[in-house]
């Protein structure tokens, strides 16, 4: 059970643990949730009904989740997938915390002063706040202030807008890290149509390391993880329990991760020039609040 196929971290680990289970003369029913808690809980309670073996998961909220107190209720084997949840049973993740914490610090070590954290529904995913947690720490380790958070509904229409205020509300911010790759290079893209030039006057760091960030121009700095290894895992320590032998320690790649430098990040900008720039941003973005508002009376 995964969220989405469209983000190619998660078809890829999909890839994964379709390739032990395979191999273990297992298949697997796969159900995408959406993001969306109360969808998570019934695809749990369908999936048991089919009396599936085990379960392998990716939550919204692992540690408060109702369907993994489901499982757990029902003593099924299931292995949670992206969630880093210290104390579970099992699972396959990255300490997001750990890794964000390097995007705080290669962001750091180019000069850049006050970050930026962009993610989608910071209170429905762990993940989300792990990466914010490790950002705030790097940010206290090198003495910068903390992060300031802009979160942005998935293929928001109005992201150009967004960012515009968010950036025109925080001028100091050179660098923004997104919460994962995709949502990088969607930043990227509306950075662009605003006039902005990455890395020159914003830089920007992802997280999943997806190869298509290595096609766009500039390339994508980013937090590189291993989805594949993550999915072999995930099946190979449902399977273990299963047949109730001893579970596999997790392959080193499942769990590593590493910042892979790329053309989006760069020095920290100029603030002289940046400064007009987002000055028209501001001007920019009062002029389309006024529409709005116009547009209500009518």
Partial sequence: M????????????????????????HQILLSCTGYDIKQELAA?????????????????DASRSEAVKLIRSRKL????LFNHEPGAPSNAAVDNALAAYQAGKAFAEH???????VTLRLKQSDRARQRLEGLSAACRDFDL?????????EQARDID??????????????????SNDLMALDLMASLRRLGLVVPDDISVIGFDGISFGQMMQPT?????TDPYAMGQASAEMVLSSISKTASPAPAPKAAQFRFRPGGSIGAAAERGMLTKKLQLLRQRSLAR????????ER
């Avoid at 749990?44 to 919204?60: A, E, H, N, Q, Y």
């Avoid at 084997?77 to 949670?80: G, K």
């Avoid at 994508?220 to 590189?224: E, N, P, R, S």
């Fill in 44 to 60: 749990v309670k369908t999936l048991i009904g089919k009396r599936v073996d085990g379960l392998i998961l990716t939550m919204s």
């Fill in 220 to 224: 994508l700095a980013t937090i590189v």
């Fill in 161 to 178: 807008s967004k960012l515009a205020a968010f950036l025109a509300g925080n001028p100091m911010i050179s660098g923004i890290f997104a």
């Fill in 77 to 80: 084997p299931y292995c949670l």
């Fill in 111 to 117: 000069g850049h002063r006050a970050l930026g954290f």
């Fill in 2 to 25: 995964v969220p989405s196929i469209n983000n190619p971290v998660y078809a890829e680990a999909v890839q994964g643990l379709q390739e032990v289970a395979t191999r273990n003369a």
């Fill in 145 to 153: 202030p903390a992060p300031v958070l802009l979160e942005i509904e």
């Fill in 289 to 296: 609040a006024k529409q709005e508002t116009s547009k209500q």
